[in-house]
DNA sequence: GTCAATGTGTTGTCATGACATCTGCCCTCT
DNA sequence: AGAGGGCAGATGTCATGACAACACATTGAC
């Protein structure tokens, strides 16, 4: 067994176990690495690739952590058998929205620095009494309204506008705002709709909400946004991916 | 700084990167280590521990994967400030209730060979046509009745039994059977409860219901249980940690 | 006084080498 | 025929060394 045909170049700003990881994963969806095809051996690749071996591993690892192949001591790696659906990762749901062809507008319910309530405050570990940036929008997706999200950000971030908001998802400006997010907790739940939220998500009174509340971290460990999102249960679900190390 | 105090044993079979990341993941449970602190760098632990930059370094790789720190080329490392919390990780409902101080309790509905759904061969990716264990239960925390769990497993598992099933939840017993299972694609949604679900769950029909489909896979890759399982959204939500990298 | 260049310390990446441990298979002995 | 030992091959762990990229503080020139 040979495998896909894999080639790294060296002069790319891109870290070498990385193209490795993206063109095995390529070589998966497209469907070349078949599920339960074994994957060269760390050595055989090393080889073939002219890198070494932590580098492969490095690789092989990242694969891994996403689901998509299983690592068996003393016998191989193997592709996971049966589809592949992608994890969620560290994106925001207007990301999600446009990779997935779908046409994203928002429209933003209310933009105001406000005094931090206290439940806020000690999400985001800032001291009580505070004031902080907060945030109401209206998500729809090709149209019709699919959430209502709630967000807080500190006064010492940069000043988000209207304009960026409508355009854009929080975390891309954030981004490019120069604020790297490198983590975050969040808490999945479900509850029935209040009789306003019905009404703006277009659903009836009762109707069962999807409801995610996430602290993101930034490069710094500082919370840097703290946010109460709902779905509307009957147009979205979540993924997630677990793999054990 | 010094930072906590922390001494691998060499002789134990425990990885020495898995002592490290323990010992910090303690220390920072414990508050020896406050949010925002810094560690100390890679090479003054390596030289303190006795041991190599790439095992400390895979040692603090593990904790920014559990969302506990976060790393900063150039600057340093630090704990992500505010609380810290546990992630999901590949465990059953049955032993993050035990975990959490809770009694679970399990009463078997259903355990049978059934003719397989085509969803579920889908899922678990067997060819249409076969046969299929088929398993229901209801999943009491301290009495109450908390979740409906269906599952589906290949018949060449062992098989189960019912006494195995209301002692200990259904990973513990897979694992116990030799299965390892390595990782797992969950989608997590809600919907209204029907009216048997209801009368089960002790809710009133069109209560909100958070839902989770799971597809676990082993150590080789093979998808070894495909479960839909139904929580009352009023008892129950799900903890998510995601970082990047 | 301001700004650019430099220096220092940190994490990120990569290479090489070695040994440990586990698995599955073949082979031999009983 | 079956049980057991040994062997080969794979991943897991760990060490050492080196350079790159980046952030921040200091120094120097203008």
Redesign the interface.
């Known amino acids: 067994m040979t495998g896909p045909e894999i080639a790294v170049d060296r002069s790319s700003p891109v870290p070498l176990y990385f193209q490795v990881a993206e063109q095995f994963a390529a070589a998966i969806q497209r469907g070349d690495l078949a599920?339960?095809d074994r994957l060269d051996s760390e050595l055989q690749l090393a080889d073939r690739l002219g890198l070494s071996r932590?580098t492969v591993r490095q690789a092989i690892q990242h694969l891994v952590?996403k689901?998509l192949?299983?690592?068996?001591r003393g016998v191989g790696t193997?592709?996971?058998?049966?589809e592949v659906?992608r994890a969620?990762?560290?994106t925001s749901l207007h990301d999600d929205l446009v990779r997935a062809g779908q046409r994203p507008s928002t429209s933003v319910l209310e933009l105001a620095t406000v005094a931090c309530p206290p439940a806020v405050a000690a999400?985001?570990?800032l001291p009580p009494g505070g004031e902080v940036q907060h945030l109401r929008r209206l998500r729809f997706s090709d149209g019709e309204p699919l959430a209502l999200m709630e967000n807080w950000l500190p006064v010492d971030l940069p000043r988000l506008t209207m304009a960026a908001l409508q355009a854009d998802g929080l975390y891309a400006i954030l981004r490019a705002g120069g604020r790297r997010?490198?983590?975050?907790?969040?808490?999945?739940?479900?509850?029935?709709a209040t009789a306003a939220e019905a009404q703006m998500l277009g659903e009836r009174r009762?109707?069962?909400?999807?409801t995610m509340t996430r602290?993101a971290?930034?490069?710094?460990?500082?919370?840097v946004e703290h946010g109460a999102h709902i779905y509307r249960?009957?147009r979205?679900?979540?993924?997630?991916?677990?793999?054990?190390?």
Chains 1, 2 share one sequence.
């Open positions: 599920p339960g932590p952590d689901g192949i299983v690592r068996r193997q592709v996971v058998r049966g659906r969620v990762e560290l999400a985001l570990g997010i490198r983590g975050a907790h969040q808490r999945i739940g479900a509850r029935a009762g109707a069962p909400l999807l602290t971290y930034d490069d710094q460990g500082r919370y249960a009957s979205y679900s979540l993924e997630v991916t677990v793999a054990e190390r």
